[in-house]
């Protein structure tokens, strides 16, 4: 899949969070009395306009697609006739600018959390929460955990799946104290683990915490048996064919199919030669292998899939699915300690404790974009919570030029009972859109590290 599979899926997940997002703002500016004059999808010239309502709202989609906005009755921008002075934005009581404003995030917040719960309520199939040997001498390693264990709560909180194992060891990081992990051991015992966060640097986000830590995946020795090819790939263009058992690639024994992951992982774009079983007979074929970008990290492919077991995924996967009101509570769990954990990153980059290098722009949002895409629906739609969370936490900071440097002002406005003065506002602007800059710019030099690095 190329850059325009990429670029669709990036397109598509941002046309939705800037539509919901200035959906907030028009329904609660419509809900107070506010005359609404334009709803934009993007900024510049519009590409395409149509009217629409009692009041001809114009609703345009243009031709920068980094934003949107919704244009209210302002006197501040536009003379407005006595008639309908009542509807203009800036006549409103200091309450409903505040609830115009703010409902732009909180959409954001609504979104993420109905995506969720529709997950929740349907179901996913998810890894189980189980450790493969811990990397020697790490951390992991000396807090004694071993291959076989199961992990069943972190700090006092239950444990389902791998990726609520990550995210509880991800929340936790960043106050650098031993945490304690509950698992099942091999022998079927429940014991407890003292994992000490502060002894490795965990807060360094931009990287996998588990993996800093010695935590891996339990990965079972699968025979490496070939399932499935995929049409055109590399391995089928050399000629190797499904049930091919591999037996060396590049004068190295492979015993299993995780042999296989590792040395092709670590050859994007080198030719191979693979030696299989097929048929009682030993065949050699000269393979040149695909490349791919995983967490910044090259990666070579062959284009084959192992074959699939049903007891072995039974034993590595299983359904999760909630009723309707514990998915609720859950999706809203989620999507609040999602954005308070935004909200203590960003805090501790501002004090140094974490690295600006974990600030993100738009080509590494794409790249995670096309990335869920192609993993499936269920992935893409947690990509989709994810950045809504993340778009809602942003445009609440205190920043002039963003929603929540408008409700700074309101927030001023109701103390000093009457409206921040012209001048303080023309200040804030020019600090806001400083501020803004310097974000933009650390994040396309992140990106841009990245792609180089990559």
Known sequence: MGPLYYLGAFVLALGILIVVHELGHFLVARWCGIKVLRFSVGFGKPLLVRRFGRDSTEWAVCVFPLGGYV?????REAPVEARELHRAFNR?????RFAVVAAGPVANFLLAVILYWGLFVHGTEEIRPILGAPTAQSVASASGFSEGDVVLSVADRAVDTWNDFRWEILRKALERQPVAVGVRDASGEAVMRQLDLGASDAADLDGDVVQQLGLRLFRP?????????ASGGPAEAAGLLAGDKVTEIDSRTVGSWGDVLEIVRAAPGRPLRVVVERGGRTQSFDVTTGEAVERGQRIGRLGIALRDDPSRRSQLMHTVRYGPIDALTRAAKQTYETALFSLRVLGRMVTGDVSWRNLSG???IADFAGQSARLGLAYYIKFL?????SLGVLNLLPIPLLDGGHLMYYIFEIIKGGPVSEKAMEIGQQIGLAVLVMLMAFAFYNDINRLVSS
């Open 221 to 229: 020795a699968i025979p490496p048996i070939i399932g499935s090819l």
């Open 385 to 389: 919570a994810l950045i809504s969370i």
């Open 71 to 75: 244009k209210m009755l302002d006197e």
């Open 92 to 96: 409103q009581p200091v309450a409903k």
């Open 362 to 364: 738009p080509v590494t």
